[in-house]
């Protein structure tokens, strides 16, 4: 006759009492997977706007050392095509690179080739090369379109990405100075000094981001965005404007502001001052291109944006 208590007899749970205990998790799951996301968005934004600070800073440190901001790309035959003079003569460097030994990248800095025509051809050449180093602070958290390690390749070339550009103003991108406005802090062979901001610094876009989601990839630079690229087209790899509204989650280009971040509801930007703000992808164009201009006398107020 068995004797074992009809308590220690049962070893486990039921099917009944397993799916209720399966049915709790994943609705707390359900419940909680909202809330992680949202924090690691705000860590992302809080990170990305670090970033842009510290590019802001550098900018303006780069300034008081120089006395004026770094070009978006200093050619030094570019005044050919109606641009100035190369601040740096026989030099071929992009703006992210300008500002390496302001944020602790001058060995990096030191180690790329800048006084040959098309430098990248020689900094680019392959995955190990010096320009396919990936630098932390020009990466934004929340993109989701980069290639496997924040590398890109264009033909037999490899660069390291960058999220983030200097604001070119109002014009479109274009090689032939004549066409542009020159109104923003950086565009070729500029040097603009912080009295030539007549806006106010407060007022003045510095810096923002760019997404690489939805960017039509081509066999042109359009789609490149490195930062050792230095060439007439590379003013879209160092550069936005605001030619065209802010985008970052449908079809853009290169040289268009946008994010990632709220689903591409907010970009971030960096002042003149130094200051970081987040812009609406609501705001208006006009308000827009006021913000992009350094001088055009038209100062708008924070409650446009």
Same mark, same amino acid.
């Given at each position: ?167 070119? !103003? /109002?014009?479109? @991108?274009?090689?032939? %100075?004549?066409? +542009?406005?020159? $109104?923003?802090?950086? #565009?070729?062979? &500029? ?8 806006? !106010? /610094?407060?007022? @003045?876009?510095?810096? %923002?981001?760019? +997404?690489?989601? $939805?960017?039509?990839? #081509?066999?042109? &630079? ?19 404007? +605001? ?63």
């Amino acid at each position: 006759m068995d004797v074992t208590p009809r308590s220690r007899r049962r070893l486990g749970f039921t099917l009944i009492e397993l799916l209720v205990v399966i049915a709790i998790i994943a609705i707390l799951i359900g419940l909680l997977l909202p809330a992680v996301q949202k924090v690691r968005e705000a860590a992302a934004r809080i990170q990305c706007c670090n970033n842009l600070k510290q590019l802001a800073l550098a900018a303006i440190t780069y300034h008081d050392a120089n006395g004026r901001f770094p070009p978006a790309v200093n050619i030094s035959d570019a005044d050919d095509y109606g641009w100035p003079v190369a601040p740096s003569p026989g030099r071929w460097y992009g703006l992210n690179l300008a500002l390496f030994p302001y944020f602790e990248q001058d060995n990096l800095r030191k180690n790329v080739v800048d006084n040959v025509w098309n430098p990248h051809y020689v900094n680019c050449k392959g995955p190990t090369s010096v320009g396919a180093q990936v630098v932390k602070i020009l990466i934004c958290p929340s993109e989701s379109a980069f290639p496997p390690g924040a590398v890109g390749q264009y033909n037999a070339y490899y660069f390291g990405l960058s999220s983030y550009g200097g604001c070119s !103003g /109002t014009s479109a @991108t274009t090689t032939i %100075g004549s066409q +542009s406005l020159k $109104n923003g802090i950086f #565009t070729m062979n &500029s040097s603009v000094r912080i009295l030539e901001i007549t806006d !106010g /610094t407060t007022n @003045t876009l510095m810096f %923002g981001e760019r +997404s690489r989601l $939805n960017l039509p990839a #081509t066999n042109t &630079s359009q789609a490149v965005g490195g930062w050792a690229w230095a060439n007439y087209f590379s003013q879209e790899d160092n550069t936005m404007n +605001s030619s065209e509204p802010i985008e970052g989650i449908m079809a853009h280009d290169l040289n268009q502001f946008g994010s990632q971040h709220t689903s591409g509801l907010i970009s971030n930007f960096a002042f003149a001052d130094g200051s970081v703000k987040a812009l609406q992808k609501s705001i208006s164009i006009v308000a827009f291109q006021r913000l992009s201009a350094r001088n055009d006398g038209q100062v708008i107020d924070a409650s446009q944006y």
